[in-house]
């Protein structure tokens, strides 16, 4: 049984940092993309980022991009997604998802394709 278990959530002030973690366990994760997601209060989930684990190839969507980073440690088998020059609009519950099939560059933007979900974690940004 695969969990994920996401932390690093909180409140933070508009252009400030975070970091958040999502440590992974029950099965080889050496073919699995992770991705983030988030969901902000009455939107639907939208992707925010993306990698491939054997490769460490990284997608994202595009109002994050240069903003946040995702990264992977494969001895801990925890993805992280650095968050920077946060701002009000990035106020969310993230997510992290996993899924061990080969998704394509579209398919694994699309939060249906993931098996595995954590239960989340909120970010709050502070104007």
């Known amino acids: 049984q695969v969990q994920l278990v996401e932390s690093g959530g909180g409140l933070v002030q508009t252009g400030g940092s975070l970091r958040l973690s999502c440590a992974a366990s029950?099965?080889?994760?050496?073919?699995?993309?992770m991705a983030w997601f988030r969901q902000a209060p009455g939107k639907e989930r939208e992707f925010v980022a993306g990698?491939?684990?054997?490769?460490?190839?990284?997608y994202y969507a595009d109002s994050v991009k240069g903003r946040f980073t995702i990264s992977r440690d494969s001895a801990k088998n925890t993805v992280y997604l650095q968050m920077n020059s946060l701002k009000p609009e990035d106020t969310a519950v993230y997510y992290c998802a996993a899924d061990f099939s080969s998704l394509s560059q579209l398919g694994l933007t699309r939060g249906r394709f993931y098996d595995y979900w954590g239960q989340g974690t909120q970010v709050a940004i502070s104007s």
């Open positions: 029950g099965r080889t994760f050496s073919s699995v993309t």
């Open positions: 990698i491939r684990w054997s490769a460490g190839r990284t």
